[in-house]
């Protein structure tokens, strides 16, 4: 079993900037792909960014690429999300999440945080 507690999100105007990050427990945390989703009300949750086990590999949505960066610390047992250049598109809950193989598919992660709001505004 993983926990995953995410914190970091909020209210900020477009072209700003945030960077949530997301603490785990449990198992270790060097075992896990992390990634990140955004979810808005009536769609299902859309991969931002994975990272591999030794953040040697990344990816990213289309629409975050450039401006949104994942990263990892495994001493900390933490990934965070550097959110740059915000818009209000952006507007989404965000949630961390763990797998064991890498994946764009929500469905591959086994291990969700309860999310956390991010609002941009115009």
């Known amino acids: 079993q993983v926990q995953l507690v995410e914190a970091g999100g909020g209210l900020v105007q477009a072209g700003g900037s945030l960077r949530p990050s997301c603490a785990a427990s449990g198992r270790p945390f060097s075992s896990y792909v992390m990634g990140w989703f955004g979810r808005v009300p009536g769609k299902d949750r859309e991969l931002v960014a994975s990272?591999?086990?030794?953040?040697?590999?990344?990816a990213y949505g289309d629409s975050v690429r450039g401006r949104f960066t994942i990263s990892r610390d495994n001493a900390k047992n933490t990934v965070y999300l550097q959110m740059n250049s915000l818009n209000p598109e952006d507007t989404a809950v965000y949630y961390c999440?763990?797998?064991?193989?890498?994946?764009?598919?929500?469905?591959?992660?086994?291990?969700w945080g309860q999310g956390t709001q991010v609002t941009v505004s115009s």
């Open positions: 999440a763990a797998a064991t193989e890498v994946t764009r598919n929500a469905k591959g992660y086994n291990y």
């Open positions: 990272i591999s086990w030794n953040g040697g590999r990344t």
